[in-house]
């Protein structure tokens, strides 16, 4: 469908996205500066059903205070 939503991490690393269409398949990128983009593919989600997400990220030797995470439900079929 290409939708697409963003979240911003709190001081736990726990982020919510609001208003995305239940089922999946959803791909999560998170980025912030000074680490690599960090990738997880074929996320679903039920209603009511909380999804915890483990996401290690690479530190770096600079600090960071803002992390960002993007979610977008994968397209079928090669489309996006």
Same mark, same amino acid.
């Given at each position: 469908?290409?939708? %697409? %939503?963003?979240?911003?991490?709190?001081?736990?690393?726990?982020?919510?996205?609001?208003? @995305?269409?239940?089922g999946g398949p959803f791909r999560?990128? !998170?980025?912030?500066? +000074?680490?690599?983009?960090?990738? !997880? #593919? #074929? $996320?679903? !989600?039920? &209603?009511? #059903? &909380? @999804?915890? @997400? &483990? =996401?290690? !990220?690479?530190? #770096?030797a600079g600090a960071t205070s803002?992390? $960002? $995470? =993007? +979610?977008?439900?994968? +397209?079928?079929?090669?489309q996006t």
């Open positions: 469908t290409g939708q %697409s %939503s963003t979240a911003t991490t709190n001081q736990e690393g726990a982020f919510a996205f609001t208003g @995305l269409n239940l999560i990128t !998170v980025t912030a500066p +000074g680490f690599a983009p960090t990738v !997880v #593919d #074929d $996320v679903f !989600v039920s &209603p009511g #059903d &909380p @999804l915890r @997400l &483990p =996401i290690d !990220v690479a530190a #770096d803002e992390i $960002v $995470v =993007i +979610g977008e439900r994968a +397209g079928r079929g090669g």
